[in-house]
């Protein structure tokens, strides 16, 4: 998994309540355990008319926000059912990190797996953010994990924070497994110790 320190990108706005894991990425694309290839499903069902055309009043197909890493949402991002095809498809199009001021638990969860950050902001602090963005498509935000600061191109600076270890799952590019593994050591002295303690465990 990649890692995540600091990150400089245009910031899209998707100023949308309650974005749900079926719009992220619909059930009928879900047909593969490989995580790359979602991309071009994500948001399917408001990204494309029926034709298959972009569809020109969708934000994210506004040419000022092509190529963004940065996501800027309103509350409960990613509702709705625990598909970690969800954080796939995000990460495939492009976004590693997602700003807003709540998410749902299990998708949030998965974000951290999937090396994507999601920022919780209070909503007035999301409502400066998507004023500049409004004011000015295509502004650049710098996300700085190790700081953990938003910084604007207007010089904006919104300060936020997060769990210490998921802070140093996304700076050392680990999942949870990974992370975990990072302490073989202390784990096989345990086992250790608990084989001599509690022999009848291993038996």
């Known amino acids: 998994m990649k890692s995540f320190t600091t990150l400089q990108s245009i910031a899209a706005l998707l100023d949308y309540t309650n ?15 490989e995580r790359t290839g979602y991309g071009k499903h994500l948001f399917a069902n408001w990204r494309y008319l029926d034709n298959q ?4 009043d ?24 625990s598909r ?26 998965n974000c951290f797996n ?16 998507a004023d500049q963005i409004t004011q000015q ?14 910084v604007t191109e207007k010089g904006l600076t919104i300060p936020f924070s997060i769990d210490a270890n998921k802070k140093e799952m996304l700076l050392k590019g680990l999942d949870e497994i990974g992370l ?6 202390a784990i096989s002295a345990f086992e250790q110790t608990q084989k001599q303690n509690n022999q009848w465990l291993w038996q």
């Not at 055309?53 to 020109?56: G, S, Y």
């Not at 999937?114 to 953010?129: F, H, M, T, W, Y």
């Not at 975990?180 to 050591?185: D, F, Q, S, Y």
């Open 19 to 33: 974005i749900d894991t079926d719009q992220i990425i619909s059930k009928q694309f879900m047909k593969s355990t």
């Open 53 to 56: 055309e972009l569809n020109p």
């Open 58 to 81: 969708f934000p994210l197909n506004k040419p000022s926000f092509q190529g963004a890493q940065i996501l800027v949402a309103n509350e409960n991002f990613g509702c709705g059912s």
């Open 84 to 109: 970690e095809h969800a954080p796939w498809a995000l990460v495939d199009y492009g976004f590693r990190c997602i700003i807003a001021p709540s998410f749902a638990d299990i998708f949030y969860n």
């Open 114 to 129: 999937n090396g994507i950050l999601p920022i919780r902001v209070s909503i007035d602090e999301k409502k400066q953010l």
């Open 137 to 150: 498509e295509g502004i650049s935000f710098t996300i700085d994990l190790p700081a953990q600061t938003i």
């Open 180 to 185: 975990t593994l990072h302490n073989v050591e």
